[in-house]
């Protein structure tokens, strides 16, 4: 499929990495059997929220870790050379470049192998949770795994606590509405048919948020009504039915000042999100928590994350056993692929 054998197997899993609204930001320059560049497509991105631009790195701290993980499986090691600069999406250049990478051969092992699974076989579930606890073996093992990334892993299943957050994070739904450059933002993300989709192999499709799409379509169109006693009632509890039999929350707290920070916080992430993937555990990130400032304070206040001298609670998620969720859609591996700047060497 492309110029370079192992790359494209590698690309070709690699590109099912998770992103914010599925918008799959990350464009790849492949330039010799063994090196590319990663890029962060500025036009992909989410800056409309006040926490969008460092979540454009956490993104790609995702990416990163995912491409590791699949370069890995394939008998690779992957050696990084970061460029750590703020993005500036008014930047006339749209490719906002992270880093190189360069193939090192290194025999996998049967771990490599067992994560690469997991990576493959990983999904959000936003479906309704079973209201059972996880392992309790599976918390100790994130709190390790946010650890060797600096950072650190709390969670809760206190009810109270749990049922607070999942009403936070239902209002900011209602809240990022009313912010006219996030509904334009989220609009242009939102799928409302399964052929729509399909074709564009993007964005969050109404049937992997569990909404029926002709009734997300006219929520979304007017979103006034979601003010008006009935109607934003009825809305909310389709919604918060979604998030029945939610037993346990899940968030990480860490250094969060820079895109040095952004990019471990979206590898720490990825290595959380695989190992609960390992044992079965399904995870829904509320990452609009983060992003919406008054939702971030609320959050921030409820838990008593400790948010000073750079440190930020930067990602909140629900986590627990549920049924299989649809599979969110992908463009094809070969839309990543930017033109190389450089000729192919031999
Ligand atoms: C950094 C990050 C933040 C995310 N925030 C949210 C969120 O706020 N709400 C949500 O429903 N999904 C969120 N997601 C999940 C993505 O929408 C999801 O990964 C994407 O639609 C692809 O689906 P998949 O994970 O099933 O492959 C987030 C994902 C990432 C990587």
């Known amino acids: 499929m492309f110029a370079f054998d192992a790359w494209g197997a590698i690309i070709e899993d690699a590109h099912r990495y998770p992103s914010p609204h599925n918008s799959q930001p990350i464009k790849v ?10 890029y962060y497509d500025l036009d992909l991105g989410l800056p409309a929220e006040s926490y969008g631009i460092p ?47 360069t ?34 073996a599976a918390v100790v093992e994130a709190e390790a795994t946010a650890r060797r990334h600096g950072h650190e892993f709390r969670s809760s299943s206190d009810p109270t606590l749990v049922r607070t957050l999942v009403h936070v994070n239902q209002a900011t739904l209602f ?5 006219d450059a996030v509904h334009r933002e989220i609009l242009t993300w939102l799928r409302f048919s399964r052929a729509e989709a399909a074709r564009r192999g993007d964005g969050l499709s109404a049937e992997t948020m569990l909404m029926p799409g002709p009734v997300l379509r006219f929520a979304m169109q007017h979103r ?45 992430f990825m290595q959380v999100w695989l190992g609960f993937t390992r044992r079965n555990i399904y995870l829904h990130p509320f990452g609009t928590v983060i992003t919406n400032p008054h939702s971030h304070a609320e ?48």
């Open 175 to 179: 809240d990022d509405l009313r912010n």
């Open 103 to 136: 193939l090192v051969p290194r025999t996998p092992t049967d771990e490599d192998l067992a994560v690469h699974r997991a990576f493959l076989g990983r999904q959000t579930s936003r479906r309704p949770y079973d209201n059972t606890l996880v392992d309790p």
């Open 29 to 38: 320059e492949l330039r010799s059997p063994t090196q590319a560049a990663v």
């Open 299 to 346: 959050f921030a206040a409820a838990v008593g994350a400790e948010e000073t001298a750079g440190r930020m609670a930067w990602m909140l998620f629900r986590f627990g056993h549920s049924a299989a969720p649809p599979r969110a859609h992908r463009r094809p591996a070969s839309a990543m692929i930017v033109p190389s700047l450089k000729e192919p060497q031999p």
């Open 224 to 268: 006034g009504l979601w003010e008006a006693p009935l109607i934003g009632a009825l809305i909310r509890r389709i919604y918060l039915n979604t998030m029945r039999g939610v037993r346990q929350l899940g968030w990480l707290e860490g250094p969060f000042s820079g895109p040095a920070d952004y990019l471990e916080a979206g590898r720490a």
């Open 55 to 101: 979540f454009a790195h956490v993104c790609a701290g995702v990416f990163l870790e995912s491409l590791k993980v699949c370069a890995l499986a394939r008998g690779y090691a992957l050696r990084e050379e970061l460029h750590l600069s703020e993005m500036d999406f008014s930047s006339a250049d749209r490719l906002h470049l992270i880093g190189e990478v």
